[in-house]
């Protein structure tokens, strides 16, 4: 069984930073894609940013003020936050592919952290 604990999540004025953090808990499994989603109230789940572990990929949103990064000794990926606006505001969500000893691909995903930017 994979388990993903988020942190980092916290109120925060417009112009700060903020950096998340989730660490996968698990046996037998390779990690493929790690990535940041996030869900504005009354909005769809976007992806942030996602780190493949051969490439980055950054939302227009975000580019040249997020930054992902992952270190795969701590099976844990973080999402550096600076310049934060109020339109950042939501839940920030963790999301996973493995590889399972079985050879599969499987999604998971974390229960999500709140980030919320105030003028």
């Known amino acids: 069984q994979v388990q993903l604990v988020e942190s980092g999540g916290d109120l925060v004025q417009a112009g700060g930073s903020l950096r998340l953090s989730c660490a996968v808990f698990?046996?037998?499994?390779?990690?493929?894609?790690m990535a940041w989603y996030r869900q504005a109230p009354g909005q769809q789940r976007e992806l942030v940013a996602s780190d493949s572990g051969g490439g980055t990929y950054y939302a227009d949103a975000v580019k040249g003020r997020f930054t992902i990064s992952r270190d795969n000794a701590k099976n844990t990926v973080y999402l550096e936050m600076n310049s934060l606006k109020p339109d950042d505001t939501g839940v920030y969500f963790c999301?996973?592919?493995?590889?399972?000893?079985?050879?599969?691909?499987?999604?998971?995903w974390g229960t999500g952290t709140q980030v919320t930017v105030f003028s």
């Open positions: 698990g046996s037998s499994f390779l990690i493929n894609v």
């Open positions: 999301y996973v592919n493995i590889q399972s000893t079985y050879g599969y691909d499987e999604d998971y």
